[in-house]
């Protein structure tokens, strides 16, 4: 349990003091942090932590997952949280992350991102099509 008290200069507008803070590992096999919202009072501040864990309890972190598994994942997770416009784009660029699709996330590099931006620029697409898929990705 790391349930703290924020310092004064800190804490929120309305008085909310109590955080909670967890770490997780991450793909990147690196050690993340993760800080709550404020809350009013320590008590408030547990229960919430607790929610959070129980939450994330059965959450397994693959670090093999590839490019596109994990792409196919966001879009599953996004179906009912985006307008049917967004889905349509995000499912008309999944054709242009080919080159992505068999690279471990872990191994995802500066090196694949660029071989990936030298193939969209080859493509037939108008600048500001290419430059709005480079940005998302």
């Known amino acids: 349990m790391s349930v703290r008290q924020l310092k004064e200069n800190k804490r929120t507008r309305d008085g909310r003091s109590w955080v909670f ?12 942090q993760y800080q709550s919202q404020a809350y009013f009072t ?16 059965d959450v397994e972190v693959n670090p093999h997952m590839t490019f596109k598994e994990a ?6 997770y996004q179906k009912d949280k985006i ?24 191994n995802l ?7 990936w931006r030298f193939q969209m620029n080859k493509t037939n697409l108008c600048d500001k099509y290419k430059t709005d898929i480079q940005k998302i990705y």
């Open 21 to 32: 803070i967890q770490y997780s590992k991450g793909l990147d096999g690196k050690r993340h």
């Open 42 to 57: 320590k008590e408030e501040a547990t229960k919430a932590e607790l929610e959070y864990l129980d939450k994330y309890k």
């Open 71 to 76: 792409y196919t994942l966001y879009y599953e």
């Open 83 to 106: 307008k049917d416009s967004t889905l349509k784009t995000y499912r008309d660029r999944i054709k242009y992350m080919g080159l992505l699709d068999n690279i471990e996330l872990v």
């Open 109 to 115: 590099n500066w090196e694949h991102y660029q071989k």
